[in-house]
Structure formats: C-alpha cells, structure tokens
C-alpha cells in the first residue's frame, strides 16, 4: 500500500514538473490581415492625424498608400452633424430606424457616417453584407473590420453621411483609417 502511494505521488510530481518545465509552443501569429484587424495588431498603414469629413459633402479618404485585394480597413472617427438650417445636431452615429428608400445607405442609420468604394467591394464584417462599387456602407463612430476585394487599380473609398440633403449640413467628422495589407 505505501509502495502505491509513494509511486502515484511521484507521478503527480514528474507530470508537475514536466508541465511547467516543457517549453511552451509558440502561439500561432495572426497571419492574416483580418485576423490582425480583430486581434487589433498594429495595422501597416494608419492615418497620422484625424481628417475632417465635412457634413455637407462626400470627402475622398486622402490616403498615401492607396488599397488593395483583401486589405482590411478599420474607421473610427467622431464628431456631429448639424442636419438643417436650424442646428439640429446628430452623432454620426447616427440613429434608427434606418434611412430606408430614398437615403443613401437605406439599411445603414440615418445620419451616420457612411462610405463607398470606387471599384471592387466590401464585406461588413459587423453585418455580414457586400457592399460593391458605389453603394454606401454603414460606418458610424467605429466600423469594425472592412475586408476590401479588388476589382480594378485604382479603387478610392468615399465618405460622406446617410441624409438625403447634404445641402443643410454642418458640422462633420474627424476620421481615422487604420489599414492591415493582405497577402496580394
């Protein structure tokens, strides 16, 4: 009886130290650009500076390194709209119901920030939805990851808001890009 005892507790002991000694495997690295996007990995390219989106008109994202196939862009951007002549202001946050038909993004919030892409298209991770060339996607204060898919060289992404009279805007947003390149 004493012989088992000692022998299980010696077990207990060597697995012990065999666990804590044993080196450990690396962890894996997040290889990929939207597994980089979540992970919230320094991305390759980000704005230097907040930019401004002015609310009463689209504004081309001013980026020096362009985009390409699977890149993944993260916006996060602040600020508010004035929405009419009056100085009714909103978050472009924006705020439901969505816009519905004749807004420019009608699934998207109404005021918020929203954008485009001139060429190819985007999956809104967030909703599960492509966007393709010129159809407004939903941004807001934080967009989550973007997984751009190239269809041409020279793709822009726009920003503008979800309201259909830009006209009676002021205000805006201050916006930031981060951006993880993918592997083509």
């Not at 130290?17 to 980089?36: E, G, H, I, K, V």
């Not at 504004?59 to 390194?65: A, I, K, M, S, Y």
């Not at 009056?86 to 699934?107: F, L, M, V």
Request: hydrophobic share 40%; aromatic share 10%; glycine share 12%.
């Amino acid at each position: 009886m004493r012989v088992r005892s000692l022998l299980s507790r010696c077990t207990v002991v060597v697995l012990a130290l065999t666990a804590a000694l044993w080196p450990a495997a690396p962890a894996a690295a997040a290889s990929l650009p939207l597994d980089r996007c979540y992970d919230l990995a320094p991305p390759q390219h980000a704005d230097d500076q907040p930019w401004s989106a002015p609310g009463n008109r689209q504004t081309v994202w001013p980026t020096p390194v362009g985009i390409l196939d699977r890149d993944v862009l993260r916006v996060s951007a602040q600020g508010r709209i004035r929405i009419d002549h009056w100085g009714t202001q909103k978050s472009i946050a924006g705020e439901w119901p969505a816009g519905g038909t004749g807004w420019p993004a009608p699934d998207a919030p109404r005021y918020a920030l929203i954008a485009k892409v001139t060429e190819g298209s985007v999956l809104v991770l967030r909703n599960g939805l492509s966007y393709g060339p010129g159809r407004w996607f939903p941004v807001g204060t934080d967009s989550g990851c973007l997984l751009y898919y190239s269809a041409g060289l020279n793709p822009r992404v726009i920003f503008s808001f979800n309201d259909p009279n830009l006209g009676d805007n002021g205000g805006g947003a201050s916006v930031l890009v981060s951006q993880w390149w993918g592997e083509g």
